[in-house]
């Protein structure tokens, strides 16, 4: 007989994980780090303080796919793609400016972002409630 460890034993995991990507998924942060001008990643959401106030907005760029929680805060309280630099207003998930590049390139594209951003306005970030409870902060 083995030692190895039998299938139908429980993960020992303190957080459950998602198949998909191997990561651990957390629902909640701690709200001392959700502090005006911070982006932080919460399941699916992009979540951060613009400044006025908390915000959660789906992770992926409507450009190119970029991981949003990995964006900053503008001096405008708006979220910036840490790729290409498009603007999404917080509170409604739309893009308020285009990207400035596309795939490695980083510069004008004129025509293509304007495209982009007709689509970005139109195709928004979606948006959830941030609620903060017991010094936690969760997505309503």
């Known amino acids: 007989m083995t030692d190895a ?3 139908d034993t429980p993960r ?4 459950p994980r998602d198949s998909r990507r191997g990561e651990s998924i957390q629902d909640w942060l701690s709200a001392d780090v959700v502090v005006p001008g911070t982006v932080h990643r919460l399941d699916g959401y ?3 303080h613009d400044g006025t106030s908390r ?4 992770r992926r760029c409507r450009h190119q796919l970029a ?4 964006g900053k805060i503008d001096a405008d309280g ?3 793609c840490p790729w290409h630099g ?4 917080t509170q409604t998930g739309e893009m308020v400016e285009g990207p400035r590049g596309f795939l490695g390139y980083h510069g004008r594209t004129p025509g293509y972002t304007h495209v982009v951003l007709a689509l970005g306005r139109r195709w928004r970030l979606r948006t959830r409630r941030v609620v903060e409870r017991a010094g936690r902060v969760f997505l309503g």
């Not at 991981?67 to 990995?70: G, N, Q, T």
Request: aromatic share 8%.
């Open 12 to 15: 020992r995991d303190t957080q």
């Open 55 to 58: 915000f959660a907005v789906s």
């Open 67 to 70: 991981d949003l929680s990995e």
């Open 86 to 89: 498009s603007r999404y207003d």
């Open 78 to 80: 708006c979220l910036v």
């Open 5 to 7: 460890p039998r299938r």
């Open 46 to 48: 992009a979540v951060g």
